[in-house]
């Protein structure tokens, strides 16, 4: 194993919420999480919205999401970007590995694969139809993995995953035609030149996938770093679909503070009275390595 990887370019980290729904406590806590590890390296923080399943999109989610950021001071580098407009870039990206021929077609239905992955006591994909030569369009999309070890940096040490054997071969482009967040993620931050990649920790088992990935379409692995959840009463996840409340944007500072303890970071002096100068505090006392959920 090898030290922490460095960046060979500005120090890049993103906020991407799916504009499905107001910020919700959980959401806040991972903008300040990038935000904050943007800035405590002298880097961009960028703004982009996982809009690309249009089913889930709302128009006024993504005013109320950047009203919410700017009054809590978040306020990002450059352009709010889309992953909408992006799709160019995905089929390039599905080109590439067509070429490289490593992708075919999957008629399974969801009915069929929860079947099986039920009497396999598993969900890694059976391969069912990887000698089928279904033709891609119309069809879900799959990339067929090779058994390589893929390694990452995760908040203060290294993972590792054997994606054939977890995942297996995975979905990049749904029967419907809308690009899974596998790929669409991976090309975006590859465009948007991230470094650090900082989200909730229910996304962490993706990361083996999207770092495969990075591996066949030749991008290099930012780093890594899950955030811990905030869970609602019912002890699950707080999310927009579960009707999390929103974060209310008239006390930014007490929301801020909460934030900033359930990422497990040192106390802020009592002196501190404006969202400004707490920004300014946490960006110079910053310690990713405690705010992985591996230490909350
Ligand atoms: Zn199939």
């Known amino acids: 194993m090898t030290a922490q990887p460095r960046p060979d370019r500005v120090p890049t980290g993103r906020f991407a919420p799916s504009p499905s729904g107001p910020l919700h406590a959980g959401s806040l806590l991972a903008a300040l999480a990038s935000f904050i590890d943007a800035k405590a390296q002298g880097g961009r923080w960028l703004l982009r919205f ?17 009203h919410c950021l700017a009054a809590h ?30 992708l075919y077609g999957c008629a399974c239905t969801r009915a069929a694969l929860r079947e099986r992955a039920e009497r396999a006591g598993h969900s890694r994909y059976d391969r069912q139809c990887a000698s089928r030569q ?23 040490a290294w993972s590792q995953e054997r994606v054939r054997d977890t995942a ?10 809308v690009y899974a967040y596998q790929l ?4 975006d931050d590859s465009e948007d030149q991230v470094t650090t990649v900082t989200r909730g920790a229910d996304l962490r088992d993706n990361t083996g996938r999207q770092v495969y990935l990075q591996h066949l379409l030749a991008l290099s692995t930012p780093r890594y770093l899950h955030v811990p959840l905030v869970l609602g009463e019912d002890g699950r996840k707080l999310s927009k679909s579960n ?28 002196r ?25």
């Open 50 to 66: 996982d809009d690309i399943d249009s089913d889930r999109s709302r128009a006024d989610a993504v005013a109320d999401i950047c």
């Open 272 to 296: 501190i009275e404006t969202v400004n100068g707490f920004l300014d505090w946490a960006g110079q006392n910053w310690q990713p390595a405690l705010a992985s959920d591996r230490h909350c």
């Open 73 to 102: 001071g978040l306020h990002h580098d450059g352009d709010v970007l889309f992953q909408s407009r992006r799709t160019p870039y995905y089929d390039a990206a599905l080109d590439t590995l067509s070429r490289q021929n490593r």
């Open 184 to 187: 669409a993620i991976v090309v």
């Open 134 to 156: 279904f033709e891609l369009d119309n069809h879900a999309v799959r990339v067929r993995v090779d058994d390589r070890l893929v390694q990452w940096w995760e908040g203060d």
């Open 243 to 270: 009707g999390a409340v929103a974060v209310d944007a008239s006390r930014p500072l007490a929301n801020l503070l909460a934030a900033w303890s359930r990422l497990n970071q040192s106390e802020p002096p009592n």
């Open 168 to 177: 297996g071969d995975f979905v990049l482009k749904r029967r419907d035609g």
